[in-house]
């Protein structure tokens, strides 16, 4: 068996103004972790499921690296910067967007998007991609994997089924057992046999 970790930490600053005139997406990559989400990120190295992390891969937004960094350092392991990882793109946006119906509608629709957005399953297929490149590369190696919400979801959709709460809210389902929802933070383990089938689904207890 082999076990791979998924790790989100979506405590990012939001006393932020914005002087320049960048794109929503622009934005989100250069985010900077809150300083709940660097407690988050300094508190890894204690996780006794990730002392024998081997590989570590990072998307390209600030606060993927950044809640990295501690671990790599910790482990003595490069990160490995993969923007295949990178969360959603958004798109095109303005003033008048209504992100709720936008979010509402990505999880009921997965062909919807934004203008030179992306959709779940444009997403799906990015991350999917990726997953695949650094396992085939990293073989038998247990690998920590820095990543963001809505790509989690859309790699977790290969193998979970589909389902929405009595809010309407998109959750999966894994063997039955429905997947901790990812808010601020998560830890996921991934636990896989031999041929790459997954076996768990498992959230490790994190502060």
């Known amino acids: ?54 590989s570590i891969y990072s998307s390209g937004f600030s606060s993927a690296l950044c809640t990295a960094k501690y671990l790599s350092n910790h482990l003595n392991v490069t990160i490995n910067i993969e923007n295949k990882l990178n969360e959603r793109k958004v798109g095109q946006t303005n003033k008048q967007t209504n992100f709720q119906y936008y979010k509402e509608n990505q999880e009921h629709d997965f062909n919807y998007k934004m203008p030179n957005g ?32 809505i790509a989690v979801n859309s790699l977790l959709s290969n193998w979970c089924e589909v389902a929405y709460n009595l809010d309407n809210n998109l959750i999966l389902n894994f063997n039955d057992k429905v997947v901790e929802p990812i808010s601020d933070k998560i830890i996921l383990e991934l636990v896989f ?3 790459m089938n997954l076996l768990e689904v498992n959230n490790i207890e994190c502060n």
């Open 1 to 54: 068996m082999r076990k791979i970790y998924l790790i989100v930490n979506n405590m990012v600053l939001n006393n932020i103004d914005y002087l320049n005139d960048e794109s929503i997406d622009e934005r989100r990559v250069k985010r900077p972790l809150s300083l709940e989400g660097e407690s988050f990120a300094a508190s890894l190295i204690n996780i006794k499921e990730l002392q024998n992390i081997t």
């Open 118 to 149: 992306e959709s779940f399953n444009m997403t799906k297929d990015r991350v999917t991609k990726a997953f695949k490149e650094l396992t085939k590369i990293n073989q038998d190696e247990e690998i920590a994997i820095f990543t963001h919400t």
């Open 193 to 195: 046999n031999d041929t």
